[in-house]
T-cell receptor, first 117, second 114 residues
Framework: DTAVSQTPKYLVTQMGNDKSIKCEQN?????MYWYKQDSKKFLKIMFS???????INETVPNRFSPKSPDKAHLNLHINSLELGDSAVYFC????????????????FGAGTRLSVL | AQSVTQLDSQVPVFEEAPVELRCNYS??????LFWYVQYPNQGLQLLLK??????LVKGINGFEAEFNKSQTSFHLRKPSVHISDTAEYFC????????????FGPGTSLSVIP
């Protein structure tokens, strides 16, 4: 029973295409995240939602749009894919909300490896 | 804002030898500190965390870390490594304020040599 699951695991696509990555967590957590890990393993947060509300929105191109239909799901849609979007994208979740958010353990999915050709 | 430095990008070590992975942070406010591990082709999982209290924190798989406020460090140690410890290790920091995000360091690749 996977706690944080992402689909697809691998995504190979052409430049200019639009693609989506889905994430679901069955931990009952209130907060979900999207991270991008580049080829040098550097991990950077992109977005965070708490109870379906956007709370962290880092400086990413507006071609990236997160959507949270409910607090167990956070999807990432990417328009007009570019070569530089190639990376591993991780979804994560954590319990709690408000001022205590920062200290909570984050549970990560296995990642989606996106290759843009 | 916070930042994290991991001085060693790669650390090779022989099996059963001790290891220390270094982490330094900068912050103008009090912080929470974490170490996460990423095994090949997997997501990150928490090894240990420091929130407050005792500066020596014990985690899973025999790892421990010591918070040193004066040196702004949070080094990770294990007295005897196994082949299965080969992985990427990430130090992370967050502030105490509401909705502070967790900032991850660049990672240290630990390779255990048989």
């Amino acid at each position: 029973d996977t706690a944080v699951s992402q689909t697809p695991k691998y995504l190979v696509t052409q430049m200019g295409n639009d693609k989506s990555i889905k994430c679901e967590q069955n931990l009952g957590h209130d907060t979900m995240y999207w991270y991008k890990q580049d080829s040098k393993k550097f991990l950077k947060i992109m977005f965070s939602y708490n109870n379906k509300e956007l709370i962290i929105n880092e400086t990413v191109p507006n071609r990236f749009s997160p959507k949270s239909p409910d607090k167990a799901h956070l999807n990432l849609h990417i328009n007009s894919l570019e070569l530089g979007d190639s990376a591993v994208y991780f979804c994560a979740s954590s319990q709690g909300a408000g001022g205590e958010l920062a200290k909570n353990i984050q549970y990560f999915g296995a990642g989606t490896r996106l290759s843009v050709l | 804002a916070q930042s994290v430095t991991q001085l060693d990008s790669q650390v090779p070590v022989f099996e059963e030898a001790p290891v220390e992975l270094r982490c330094n942070y900068s912050s103008s406010v009090s912080v929470y500190l974490f170490w996460y591990v990423q095994y090949p082709n997997q997501g990150l999982q928490l090894l240990l965390k420091y929130l407050s209290g005792s500066t020596l924190v014990k985690g899973i798989n025999g790892f421990e870390a010591e918070f040193n406020k004066s040196q702004t460090s949070f080094h990770l140690r294990k007295p005897s490594v196994h082949i299965s410890d080969t992985a990427e290790y990430f130090c992370a920091v967050s502030g105490w304020t509401s909705y502070d995000k967790v900032i991850f360091g660049p990672g240290t690749s630990l390779s255990v040599i048989p």
